[in-house]
C-alpha cells in the first residue's frame, strides 16, 4: 500500500529511516497474511519468528534489488535497526500502530478497509485504509487474539464477536460473519489520572458540582455514573476515585481493564484490580463479573469499585453496597439518572436466577445514595447534567430527588431541595448544599 520505492543508499535522516521501517514493515506484514490466511492461528512465538524470518527476506530482496540497479546498499547498523523495528511493528499492533500512537485519537473504527477515527475533541474523520482487504483485517484480529493480555481467544465464523483488550490498555471489539463485513472498534482511554479539578476546567464540571461530589466520596456514599456509551462515564469514575483516601484498600472489577488504577502507587497503594475472563479456546476457564463481586467482599475492601454494570453483577453488588461496603462506585449505561432503577431492574430480570422489580427495589433504594447523570452538548462535550439522590422504596417505586440539574444548552436549572439526611452527610464533609440551589442563567458550558 506504500507508494514508498526503497533505496538502501540514502537511508540518512529520521523521516527517510521512518518510512524505511513503514516499508518493510507493510511488506512484510502482506506477505505473512498471504501466508497464513486461512490456517490456524500460530501463537506470539510462533508468529514473531515467522515475522523476523520474512523481514529477512525483504530487506535481502532490497539488497538484491539495489545491487541490480547499481546503487549503495544499507550499512549493518542501519539495516539491522531497521529490522528490528519493522518486527516490533509487526508484532505488535501492526498497521494500527501508528493511529494508536496518535495522543488526541480517541476511538478508531474500521469497516472493511475504511476506517474513521474520533479525536478527544469530538471531531470525526476519514483515514486511509490500513489494510488491503477484509481478509487481511480479520487475519490482523485473529493474531491480536492469539496474543490478548487477557488469554488466547478464537476470532473466526464459530466465535464471530471478540472483546479484548490490547497491550496498550485500548480496547478492541470486533465482528465478522454476522456482519456485512470484517468490523472492528477500538476505544482509547485518556486523562488516566485525571482529577475533578481537571474535569471543572474542561467543562465537564462546575466549581459547586466538584465541592458536591468531592463531599460525597470522602462522605462515602454510594455513586453511579449513568450516561451513553462513549459519555465520559469512565473518566468520570477515575476522578471520582482519585479522591479515595491513599491508605484505603480499594478492590475494582472490570469486564475489560480500563480504569488502571492499580498502576498509581502513589493515589493507591492498596488497590487489587480483578478482571472478569471469558472461556478459552477449548471452552474453560470462564470468571464471571458476578465471581469477581463475591470474591472482593471476601478480600477486605474498603471500597468496591464495578467499572460498568453491565448484567448479572447487579445483585451481588446493591447487596456489597448495604452489607458495610460503603463508598462503592459503579458506571451504568443509561439514558438519564431517572432510568437508572430501570436499567438495575432489567439487569436483574434477565439474571441466571432473576427476581422482581420489588426485590430490586427493597436494594437499590438503601444501596445507592447518588446517581450522576453524563451528557453531551450540541457541540460534543461532555457535561454532568443531573444528580440525584435516592431518598427510599415503595413497593416497587424508587423515591429520588434530582438535587443538580444543566441543560443540554448549558444553563444552570432549578434543582429540588435534598433530603435532610443528604444535607447532613455532605456537610460533615465540607459542603454546603445551598450552592447547587441557584437558578443561575450561564453562558456556555463552563461557569
Not at 472478569?276 to 470462564?286: F, H, I, L
Request: hydrophobic residues 40%.
Amino acid at each position: 500500500m506504500t507508494t514508498f520505492t526503497p533505496s538502501p543508499g540514502d537511508a540518512t535522516g529520521d523521516d527517510r529511516f521512518t518510512r524505511w521501517v513503514v516499508y518493510v514493515a507493510e511488506e512484510a506484514s502482506r506477505q505473512l497474511n498471504d501466508t497464513t490466511t486461512g490456517q490456524a492461528v500460530f501463537s506470539a512465538a510462533e508468529y514473531r519468528q515467522r515475522a523476523i524470518s520474512v523481514v529477512r527476506t525483504v530487506l535481502e530482496q532490497a539488497a538484491a534489488n539495489a545491487v541490480s540497479r547499481g546503487n549503495a546498499v544499507l550499512d549493518p547498523e542501519s539495516e539491522s535497526e531497521i529490522a528490528r523495528r519493522a518486527v516490533a511493528r509487526v508484532c505488535g499492533l501492526g498497521p494500527l500502530e501508528d493511529l494508536l500512537t496518535e495522543p488526541d485519537v480517541e476511538n478508531i473504527n474500521l469497516t472493511g478497509t475504511r476506517v474513521w477515527v474520533r479525536h478527544t475533541d469530538g471531531s470525526r474523520e476519514e483515514r486511509p485504509p490500513v489494510v488491503d482487504n477484509e481478509e487481511e483485517l480479520a487475519a490482523l484480529v485473529r493474531r491480536l487474539a492469539a496474543d490478548s493480555p487477557a488469554g488466547e481467544r478464537r476470532f473466526d465464523p464459530a466465535a464471530p464477536i471478540l472483546n479484548l483488550p490490547l497491550t496498550d490498555g485500548s480496547r478492541l471489539h470486533a465482528v465478522m460473519d454476522v456482519s456485512h463485513a470484517v468490523a472492528v472498534s477500538i476505544r482509547r482511554h485518556h486523562h488516566r489520572n485525571t482529577s475533578l479539578g481537571e474535569l471543572c476546567r474542561m467543562g465537564t464540571l462546575d466549581d459547586a458540582l466538584v465541592g458536591l461530589l468531592r463531599a460525597a466520596v470522602r462522605a462515602r456514599c454510594n455513586i453511579v455514573i449513568t450516561g451513553a456509551t462513549g459519555a465520559g462515564k469512565t473518566t468520570l469514575l477515575r476522578a471520582l476515585a482519585s479522591e479515595i483516601p491513599a491508605l484505603e484498600r480499594v478492590i475494582t472489577i472490570e469486564d475489560t481493564p480500563e480504569l488502571g488504577l492499580e498502576h498509581d502507587s502513589e493515589a493507591h497503594p492498596d488497590c487489587v484490580a480483578l478482571h472478569a475472563r471469558p472461556p478459552n479456546v477449548e471452552g474453560q476457564g470462564e470468571v464471571r463479573m458476578s465471581e469477581l463481586v463475591r470474591a472482593a467482599l471476601r478480600m477486605s475492601p474498603d471500597r468496591v469499585i464495578v467499572g460498568e454494570t453491565l448484567g448479572e453483577e447487579t445483585l451481588p453488588l446493591l447487596k456489597a453496597m448495604t452489607q458495610g461496603n460503603k463508598g462503592s462506585l459503579t458506571t451504568l449505561h443509561a439514558d438519564s439518572s431517572a432510568d437508572a432503577f430501570a436499567r438495575f431492574c432489567a439487569y436483574a430480570v434477565d439474571a441466571p436466577h432473576p427476581v422482581s422489580r420489588e426485590e430490586v427495589a427493597m436494594l437499590f433504594g438503601p444501596a445507592v445514595d447518588l446517581v450522576v447523570h453524563l451528557s453531551s452538548s450540541p457541540r460534543g462535550e461532555r457535561v454532568v447534567t443531573s444528580v440525584r439522590e435516592i431518598v427510599g422504596t415503595d413497593g416497587t417505586q424508587v423515591s429520588s430527588n434530582e438535587i443538580y440539574r444543566r441543560g443540554r444548552d448549558g444553563r444552570l436549572l432549578q434543582a429540588s431541595p435534598p433530603s435532610p439526611d443528604t444535607v447532613e452527610t455532605l456537610a460533615e464533609s465540607g459542603f454546603d448544599t445551598t450552592r447547587i440551589l441557584q437558578n443561575t442563567e450561564v453562558a456556555g458550558w463552563l461557569p
